[in-house]
């Protein structure tokens, strides 16, 4: 995929900052083919491509934007297809169809092929991944996103909530390599 930048007289304007990265790599990983072959159950022969419509949440995700429905703005640019390398961006009903579809069918395995093609990228791309020493022990950095749930008007046994308070659920994942140490 090659992009070029031409200055014109008329201004464009995209919010689609740093998709021309994502899609570059991306486009180092196998994570579209390998979607395609899964089977995901009443999806036997999709209008939309497994790949395709992951490639698009992947895009969405990379914008800071998970609501599915955010989706359609990019439905008609071409801009967010070529720099993602996406035939046909998918609706939002299709895309949460999917998506849930995908998560129901135990062989699609998706979420492993994420964390394996996750953990390929890293080392195909041979982006460094190092340590900080604390101590007698040497850790990896590990950046978390956390997810807040407004638990107000529950009652746990020996906890109470009063209606300002929330919680943070964190969950953390191996991605397929260890400490520096016990890399090969």
């Given amino acids: 995929m090659r992009i070029q930048s031409t200055q014109s007289k ?9 998709l021309a990265t ?6 180092h990983t196998r994570l579209p083919q390998r979607l395609n072959r899964s089977t995901v159950k009443g999806m036997e022969n999709p209008i939309h491509s497994h790949g395709d419509v992951m490639t698009s949440y992947l895009g969405l995700l990379c914008q800071g934007k998970s609501d599915f429905d955010h989706i ?13 390398g996406v035939r046909k961006v998918p609706s939002s009903p299709t895309l949460s169809q999917r998506l849930d579809a995908a998560a129901q069918t135990m062989n699609a395995n998706w979420n492993e092929i994420l964390l394996q093609e996750s953990a390929d990228l890293i080392r195909n791309v041979k982006a460094p991944v190092t340590g900080l020493t604390a101590g007698e022990h040497t850790m990896i950095p590990l950046d978390i996103d956390v997810s807040p749930f407004d638990n107000s008007g529950t009652k746990k046994e020996g906890v109470s909530f009063k209606s300002s308070r929330s919680i943070c659920a964190t969950h953390p994942r191996k991605v397929g390599y260890g400490s520096p140490k016990t890399r090969a």
Avoid at 10 to 18: P, S, W
Avoid at 22 to 27: E, I, Q, R
Avoid at 73 to 81: G, I, L, M, Y
Wanted: aromatic share 8%; with cysteine; net charge negative.
């Fill in 22 to 27: 994502v899609g570059a790599l991306l486009s």
């Fill in 72 to 84: 359609e703005p990019f439905r008609k640019e071409s801009v967010f297809q070529t720099c993602l």
């Fill in 10 to 18: 008329e201004i464009l304007l995209t919010t689609h900052a740093g």
